[in-house]
Structure formats: structure tokens, C-alpha cells
């Protein structure tokens, strides 16, 4: 009994989905396009290590939680103590926080 290996992307659909990520077409435009689920494209386009997740780059913050609450207060005339407890929030909240105070 020989194993037959099932292709679930076609090179056709590989260059579709490679063109397309490169030239900025969103993850789940391409699923559309190529008839796969977003998952399904993300890792392939992982499997190419072309993917970079979103996730990363949300994660780099302007300035740490306590340099945020700290502007904060200043910027409502708090002392940062009263206002400790906000370092418990995400830091993309207390970014928005920061930029409707200032």
C-alpha cells in the first residue's frame, strides 16, 4: 500500500496567495480569492515564512504603563498614587486615554 499525498494548495494558489500578501492584500481577502479558510492561509503563508503576525507589532508600546499613568495624572492634576491602579489596564487603552487628555 503506497501513501498518496494530498495537495491542498495547488502552485497556482501558492503564487496567487504569495503575490497578493506581498503586494498588501488582506489575510482574509486571499481565503476569498482562493477558496481556504483565513487559518488555513496563515499558515501557509507561516509554512513560507512570509506571515508576520499582527500581534507583534501591536505589542511595541510608545512608552511603559507607569510613563502613561504618570502623564495621566499630571495631565489632570492627580498625584500618580490616586491613579496606580490604572497600570492595571492594557496598555492600548491607557495610550487612548493618554491622547484624549492631551
Request: proline share 3%.
Amino acid at each position: 500500500m503506497t501513501a498518496t499525498k494530498i495537495v491542498n494548495y495547488t502552485p497556482e494558489m501558492v503564487e496567487t496567495i504569495v503575490e497578493g500578501y506581498k503586494a498588501g492584500k488582506s489575510v482574509e481577502a486571499l481565503a476569498e480569492e482562493v477558496g481556504r479558510s483565513t487559518k488555513s492561509i496563515v499558515a501557509k503563508l507561516g509554512q513560507l515564512k512570509l506571515y508576520k503576525s499582527p500581534a507583534k507589532e501591536a505589542g511595541k508600546r510608545e512608552m511603559k504603563k507607569a510613563e502613561m499613568v504618570a502623564k495621566i495624572a499630571e495631565a489632570i492634576g492627580a498625584t500618580e498614587e490616586s491613579l496606580e491602579s490604572l497600570e492595571k489596564a492594557t496598555g492600548p487603552a491607557l495610550m487612548a486615554v493618554l491622547k484624549a487628555l492631551t
